[in-house]
């Protein structure tokens, strides 16, 4: 283990690739629902936060979810709140690590 950082981090923003592509789409959504950002290893934007918010979007549609259940939403399964609603029931528990797909 490092005393100390030992890494850098390269970003690359959608913009910056967009000249790379032969044919690109673009896509307009509501970020706060259809978005979650994963860039750091702790704290916001890291893999904790992102199982925070799908768990929120759950409970936002009426599921309930357990405390330290994490869940994963595959974009196959439901691009909107209102597409997670239609695939679970109203009031339906989570309780254990859980992969909608």
Known sequence: M??????IKFERFIFDLLPLAKN????EVD?????????????SNSPESVKQDMSALLRQVGAVVLEG?????????????????EKI??????????YLR
């Open 24 to 27: 690109a789409v673009v896509v």
């Open 2 to 7: 490092p005393d100390q950082e030992n890494a």
């Open 69 to 85: 259940s994490p869940i994963e939403i595959s974009p196959l399964v439901a691009d909107s709140p209102e597409e997670v609603a």
């Open 31 to 43: 970020a706060f629902n259809h978005h979650a950002v994963l860039k750091n290893a702790t704290g």
């Open 89 to 98: 029931e109203k009031g339906q528990v989570f309780e254990q690590t859980t």
